[in-house]
């Protein structure tokens, strides 16, 4: 997969997110999750594009490795949707799989990354 390709796919998984989190319910619990996982989840795309501005090999891998937190993080909120009974599982199934996708492919990298640092 080539550096552009995965910014698209960031960026569309963020898209996705935010498009899941509008039909949720508007009470204040799930607007407070809702808030989060669109926090986390669009924050993949934006660490990732940071990622490919690094300085260093470093920066890079630091940039990456909140990049693979954020993924961790939206993956741990479609759950708890899900387990709240807030969504089903079903409809969130296609998000959390590229979610955890996603978090893969970036520690792939970083492991990558590091393997050539050394």
Known sequence: MTKEELKKRTKAFGIATVK????????????HFAV?????????GANYRSACRAKSGADFISKMATA?????EA??????????ETARK?????????????????????????????
């Open 20 to 31: 899941f989190a509008r039909t949720l319910p508007h009470d204040p619990i799930t607007t």
């Open 36 to 44: 989060q996982l669109v926090k986390s989840a669009t924050s993949v």
């Open 68 to 72: 693979e937190e954020e993924g961790d």
């Open 75 to 84: 993956l741990l909120w479609f759950e708890v949707l899900v387990e709240t």
């Open 90 to 118: 079903e409809t969130v199934a296609t998000l959390m799989d590229e979610a955890d996708q996603l978090v893969r492919i970036i520690v792939a990298s970083i492991n990558t990354a590091r393997d050539g640092s050394r």
